[in-house]
């Protein structure tokens, strides 16, 4: 796959086997929505798989992106897609880091320590309806700035809120078999 945008835009980069990628019409509409330059901004991606999404949004200007993803291998394969883009991952408080772990326990975490984003973008997998839980954590824990985006991409069959806690749905699209739902912060 290629990165669509950006610095790294036309660069390739690894795609496990096994995962449902996010799709590049997806990732160009979500980066459409959120806007071209995303300098300064911290983006968390949940469920990373490649980290497709997050090295897009790191091509974009994001100061800091952190994938999280719970397959070791998957893990893996985030840093190596780092590595090949040299996105520095190695060093004590890097622009890019990969957390292997189960993305709700690492919200509590990240919760615990302050840790705050600009952007949460959660691609679970479909047939689990953990969007609607994700979108639960991420509003339990206060990971995320007052003014915030969740960009959520999940099944059609999964019925988001239209409000959870602080944010509320601002738009959302349909791509063949799944809906991206876009929520503000207030």
Do not use: W
Not at 51 to 79: M, N, P, T, W
Not at 94 to 119: E, N, R, S
Request: proline letters at 5%; hydrophobic letters at 40%.
């Amino acid at each position: 796959m290629k990165i669509l945008g950006g610095f790294f835009k036309g660069k390739n980069f690894y795609m496990p086997k096994g995962i449902r990628p996010t799709q590049d019409v997806v990732r160009k509409a979500i980066f459409d929505i959120l806007g071209q330059d995303l300098e300064g901004l911290e983006f968390i991606d949940l469920f990373a798989g490649s980290g497709s999404v997050a090295l897009e949004a790191f091509s974009r200007g994001a100061k800091r992106v952190v994938c999280v993803e719970k397959d070791l291998h998957y893990a893996q394969v985030i840093q190596e897609n780092m590595a090949l883009l040299k996105i520095p991952s190695e060093v004590m408080d890097p622009p890019a880091l990969v957390i292997q772990g189960d993305a709700f326990l690492v919200l509590k975490h990240l919760g615990l320590q302050g840790k705050k984003f600009d952007i949460a973008f959660l691609d679970p997998p479909f047939e689990t309806e953990m969007a609607k839980k994700t979108l639960k954590t991420l509003t339990d824990h206060d990971i995320l700035r007052p003014a915030c985006f969740i960009m959520a991409q999940h099944s059609k069959r999964e019925i988001l809120p239209e409000k959870s806690g602080r944010f509320s749905i601002v738009r959302q699209r349909e791509y063949g078999s799944s809906i991206v739902s876009v929520y503000e912060g207030s």
